[in-house]
């Protein structure tokens, strides 16, 4: 039997791809299971850069296709977490340098090795993404609660759904709860309901995500973001857990002082 | 009170009356459009077959036929209205005739 390949993929770029398949790989490893993270966007690598790894790169996913290094070779280990391990793409390539049968080769070598291998699709529907999804036992697809995000959402689980590999997984990334209350954001109820598949987690916006990004450390090791308690949540659903959803709220937002007030009842009211 | 937490945006329900009510009906909309994946004009000829269909049994007002894409709970519909009126002559032979 051995690991599951999880592809992580989204249609539109720029929703949180690179950045859930970094996050969900650490909380993964955390947890105690062994991962490999493939990025599969050959030519626009950055799965290393997310990662903070972009400096030990020596062969790349090409490499191993094209046979010039062995798998181990390819694979860098983290610097925290030794039972996590980065395939990197190869930058100066284009999508045509791997075959949808070399990701399944090389998913199929690490199989009896690892519990998961995360593949980060690239963008777009094209070869890069057939690529990616040819092996996979399971996908996540990446959203944004917006229009553009979601309608490309819709899109990919279609054809993942031709390519016998649907429906997939919905991972909401960047959910503003206090919009979403003003009626300015679409809900996570929303999306599920015009999408029609299973959410596997919902991340909020988050001002830790970027400065961890800066780092290259995933936001899931702060832990004082609640994005990467998010990203902490769908690891261990991946992982079989039965896991609730966060409650959205800020902790001290307006909002939910302002909840709080009022649900305190009149004698608040008349001092507010 | 009821005005003052309306200000306060704590009594509009989410999704409602906001931005995110057009999203969310332009994304039912565009999804319809994607999800059917018929040209216009393919579109046209299957509204045109269906008419005909429906204009051998009765006589349909055809000026005021409206075909439209629609989504209702989980489902992707083809809503036709067909505005007939009874007086079609022999519309009721049609189908011993013919069959």
């Known amino acids: 039997m051995g690991g599951k390949i999880v592809t992580i993929t989204s249609g539109k770029g720029g929703v949180g791809k690179t950045t859930a398949t970094a996050n969900i790989g650490v909380a993964l490893a955390q947890l105690g299971k062994r991962v490999v993270l493939i990025d599969a966007d050959i030519g626009l690598r950055n799965l290393d850069v997310v990662m903070g790894l972009e400096n030990r790169i020596v062969y790349n996913l090409v490499d191993v296709a094209e046979g010039r290094c062995k798998l181990r070779q390819a694979m860098i280990k983290h610097k925290l977490l030794p039972d996590l391990h980065l395939i990197p793409a190869s930058q100066t390539r284009d999508k045509s340098a791997v075959s949808q049968s070399d990701m399944i080769q090389v998913s199929d070598w690490l199989r009896p090795e690892v519990d998961f291998v995360l593949i980060d699709s690239p963008a777009g529907i094209e070869r890069g993404f057939r690529n990616a999804i040819a092996p996979a036992d399971e996908v996540l697809i990446v959203t944004n609660p917006e229009v553009s995000a979601v309608r490309d959402a819709d899109r990919i689980i279609g054809l993942l759904e031709a390519a016998g590999k649907g429906p997939g997984k919905l991972v909401l990334n960047r959910i503003r709860q206090d919009m979403v209350q003003k009626g300015e954001m679409l809900s996570a109820d929303d999306v599920t309901d015009i999408l029609a598949i299973k959410m596997i987690g919902i991340v909020p916006e988050d001002q830790f995500v970027v400065p961890a990004s800066n780092k290259g450390v995933p936001v899931v090791l702060n832990e004082e973001s609640r994005a990467g308690l998010a990203y902490h949540n769908i690891a261990r659903r991946l992982n079989g857990e039965n896991v609730p959803f966060l409650p959205l709220e800020e902790e001290d937002g307006f909002l939910r002082k302002l909840t709080r007030l009022f649900s305190g009842g009149n004698q608040l009211l008349k001092q507010g | ?99």
């Open chain 2, 1 to 99: 009170m009821a005005g003052l937490l309306e200000r306060l945006g704590l009594l509009k329900r989410a999704g409602r009356g906001g931005s995110a009510a057009s999203a969310k009906e332009r994304l039912h909309f565009v999804l319809l459009h994607d999800r059917i994946d018929l040209s216009p004009e393919e579109l046209d000829r299957m509204k045109k077959e269906i008419l005909e269909v429906i204009s051998r049994y009765v006589a349909v007002e055809s000026d005021r036929v409206d075909f439209a894409l629609e989504h209702r709970r989980r489902d992707n519909l083809i809503v036709a209205e067909v505005p007939f009126s009874k007086q079609k002559t022999g519309a009721g032979q049609v189908g011993r005739e013919t069959g």
